[in-house]
């Protein structure tokens, strides 16, 4: 079993940065494949970045690429997603989200974990 707890949301101006943090339990975490989705209101929740167990070949929605980074340390059991040039059509709820099976992406998948959400809201 794993738990995540997301935070780091705030309410940030266009252009402004912020730094989202997923603490997880479980002696698990550094095998498993962590990533960040957001649901903004009226629309679906989507995919935004991911990475592996091992923290290479990051995975990023092209919406989010060049302004957010992905990393993790397994030493600490964090996940974190640095957003800079953040836009207001970045303002959305963010999920942290894992699942074991050691794959390179989250993109298209149904993550069997999820934090409980931290809002992020970007003013123009």
């Known amino acids: 079993q794993v738990q995540l707890l997301d935070s780091g949301g705030g309410l940030v101006q266009a252009g402004g940065s912020l730094r989202l943090s997923c603490a997880a339990s479980?002696?698990?975490?550094?095998?498993?494949?962590m990533g960040w989705f957001r649901q903004a209101p009226g629309k679906e929740r989507e995919f935004v970045a991911a990475?592996?167990?091992?923290?290479?070949?990051?995975d990023y929605a092209d919406s989010v690429k060049g302004r957010f980074t992905i990393s993790r340390d397994n030493a600490k059991n964090t996940l974190y997603l640095q957003m800079n040039s953040l836009k207001p059509e970045d303002t959305a709820v963010y999920y942290c989200?894992?699942?074991?099976?050691?794959?390179?992406?989250?993109?298209?998948?149904?993550?069997?974990?999820w934090g409980q959400g931290t809002q992020v809201t970007v003013s123009s």
């Open positions: 989200a894992c699942t074991p099976g050691g794959y390179r992406t989250l993109r298209g998948l149904r993550p069997a974990y």
């Open positions: 479980g002696r698990t975490f550094s095998t498993y494949t």
């Open positions: 990475i592996n167990w091992s923290g290479g070949s990051p």
